[in-house]
């Protein structure tokens, strides 16, 4: 099975700051990669997923940016961060042609 | 209606029983159901996964699916109170593409009481 990394784990940041958080992957090669948003009470949010480098799509309009510049590294990115940005973002993984996702340990922003 | 339901719970239950959590869904393209054990501040990692009908054992754990009522379970038997945390279900079907993306329920969160 594959790891994934992300960090930081927690982060401060005050309204209008930006943002980059980075996730990477071990254990496999050529995997689909996920951000994810969990609020309390609204489950996972699928945010953007991307099957390669540069290949980004995008599920929801907002704030939020991704991109994937090498192969197993993942950014999630925003200019200028909200207070509606909080929450739990959380980065997984799947291997080539299959449908499970291995999730990181995910990071907890608190928008100030 | 919600492509995929499940009872937020909570459910607490002593140590040792059998817990039963379910999630019901309405599309009929998911073929591939998955189970997600989540604790507090954590990551979700993955359980149980099955594919279409039937039944999958791993140790205390059941996964059951059951396409014709669109309904799949998730057993714990001797519960523990390690296993208290949220659990979430998990759902794909066939894409079509590479882009494997799963519908997930809500979560239950479970309390085993020693």
């Known amino acids: 099975s594959q790891t994934i990394h992300q960090w930081p784990a927690t982060l401060v940041q005050p309204v209008g700051s930006p943002l980059s958080l980075e996730c990477t992957v071990e254990g496999t090669s050529n995997p689909n990669l996920y951000w994810y948003r969990q609020a309390a009470g609204r489950g996972l949010q699928l945010l953007f997923y991307?099957?390669?480098?540069?290949?980004i799509s995008s599920e929801v309009p907002q704030n939020l940016s991704a991109s994937r510049p090498q192969d197993r590294q993942f950014i999630l990115s925003s200019k200028k961060l909200l207070l509606s940005d909080s929450g739990f973002y959380l980065c997984?993984?799947?291997?080539?042609?299959?449908?499970?996702?291995?999730f990181g340990p995910g990071t907890r922003l608190t928008v100030l | 209606q919600k492509e995929v339901e499940q009872d937020p719970g909570p459910l607490s239950v002593p140590e040792g029983a059998i817990v039963s959590l379910n999630c019901t869904y309405s599309?009929?393209?998911?073929?591939?159901f998955m189970w997600y054990r989540q604790y507090s501040r954590k990551g979700p990692e993955l359980l149980m996964y099955t594919y279409s009908s039937g039944n999958k054992e791993d140790g205390r754990f059941t996964a059951q699916v059951d396409k014709s009522s669109k309904y799949i379970s998730l057993f714990i038997r001797d519960s523990q109170p390690s296993d208290s945390a949220t659990y979430l279900c998990a759902m794909s079907g066939v894409s079509g593409g590479s882009n494997y993306k799963l519908t997930f329920g809500k979560g239950t969160l479970l309390t085993v009481n020693p």
């Open positions: 997984a993984g799947s291997g080539e042609n299959t449908d499970t996702q291995y």
């Open positions: 599309n009929s393209a998911f073929q591939y």
């Open positions: 991307s099957v390669g480098i540069g290949q």
